[in-house]
């Protein structure tokens, strides 16, 4: 039988963050070639992917789905809210989570979360 790959992450390459309250899976990929430090989201149609070193989409291959409004502020509610699993904020636990698995660059502990309601496009 013959296997086919819809994508170039396994779901064992990333970090799952959480879910936001409308269904938007939050995910760090290990590994994620490049210099930029950034996270993804999927569902619901979606799959894009935003900055954390500042508020701006960072487009790449079939990563290019942009939020809503609404979407937008569930995301920066979720990120500011605390995650069950690890005593730490959404916010922090990617902060962890993209320095755990990315080497390429590192942000500090306490990098502070841009202003994702005033986000680029």
């Not at 990333?14 to 899976?25: F, H, L």
């Not at 942009?66 to 500011?80: A, D, E, G, S, Y």
Request: with cysteine; glycine share 6%.
């Amino acid at each position: 039988m013959k296997r086919v790959v819809k994508h170039r992450h396994s779901i064992y390459a990333m970090a799952r963050v959480g879910i936001t309250s409308d269904n938007i899976e939050i995910r760090v990929y290990t590994d994620d070639p490049g210099h930029i430090p950034h996270f993804h989201f999927i569902g619901d149609g979606l799959d894009g992917c935003i900055r954390i070193d500042k508020a701006e989409y960072f487009p790449h291959g079939h990563h290019k789905s942009k939020l809503n409004t609404k979407q937008i502020r569930k995301l920066v509610k979720f990120l500011k809210s605390n995650n069950n699993h690890y005593g730490l904020t959404n916010w922090q636990t990617l902060l962890l989570f993209w320095n755990t698995n990315n080497s390429d660059v590192e942000l500090p502990d306490d990098y502070p979360m841009p202003d994702y309601l005033n986000i680029e496009e």
